[in-house]
């Protein structure tokens, strides 16, 4: 189980063999991967990786799934330089690693992307979406920027002690009923919270049967069962951008 010592250490899952349609940018200090609308559009979402890292072909190709329904998608390096977790590192050193890597300090970096969004890409309509270390990344950045008109944040990582029911807009949270570092308990009181003191829409969902990373790190063809949940999480989240952006 999660705990505060060892908050997240996901396997790989199944990764991807997968190219990617979009180019690599330079956004002021950090690298970003770009893909464009088929159409022109003003509208735009900021894709946060998980541990592994911008380069993931996973993680490029949920960002190429948001430009083929009708977005700008950048899923920039939020680690700024710094190496991604790689499955074949040592986890002892896993808590280490990630002390350096605060997916809450992030706002630097979130300048950058969202100024690049507005100023080289004519975009005006802005969310988020971030997975494992993207979703907590994507519970902060909710919180901070009013211009991020939705987020989705899957998976991320809650503590008991977290305050995040003040969103400034819209946000959806998925999770898997049995994701071996998120125990349901949080998820509850986590959606507590929300009702009780959250002041925009959200909603908080649980996909039966499904384990962490399932929505950008399962294959369609894992398994039968899992098939209609892995594709009901991306339909999800991209209804929910359509309709908050």
């Known amino acids: ?103 809450r300090k992030i706002n630097k970096e979130a300048d950058a992307v969202l100024k690049y969004l507005k100023e080289q890409c004519g975009a005006k309509k802005l969310g988020v979406v971030g997975f494992c270390w993207g979703g907590i990344a994507v519970h902060h950045l909710m919180m901070t920027y009013p211009e991020l008109k939705a987020g989705v944040s899957l998976y991320g990582l809650i503590k008991d002690s977290d305050d995040i029911s003040n969103l400034l807009n819209p946000t959806f ?12 308990h949080q998820v509850t009181l986590l959606e507590q919270k929300l009702k009780k003191n959250c002041k925009v829409d959200f909603e908080v969902k649980i996909y039966p049967g499904q384990t962490h990373g399932f929505v950008h790190r399962r294959g369609e063809d894992i398994s039968p069962q899992d098939k209609p949940y892995i594709e009901e999480g991306r339909k999800d989240m991209i209804n929910w951008l359509n309709k908050y952006i």
């Not at 088929?38 to 900021?46: E, L």
């Open 1 to 103: 189980m999660a705990n505060e010592s060892r908050p997240c250490p996901c396997g790989i899952g199944d990764r991807f063999d997968y190219e990617g349609c979009g180019q690599e940018v330079q956004v002021e200090h950090i690298k970003a991967y770009v893909c464009k609308a088929p159409a022109s559009t003003d509208k735009a979402v900021v894709v946060i990786h998980d541990i592994f890292g911008w380069q993931l072909p996973n993680t490029r190709y949920m960002t190429d799934m948001l430009a083929a329904n009708g977005y700008i998608a950048i899923c920039p390096d939020f680690f700024a330089g710094r190496e991604a977790w790689k499955p074949s590192d040592d986890w002892s050193k896993f808590d280490d690693w990630l002390k350096t890597r605060d997916a």
């Open 173 to 184: 949270f998925i999770f898997a009923e049995k994701d071996d570092f998120i125990p349901l």
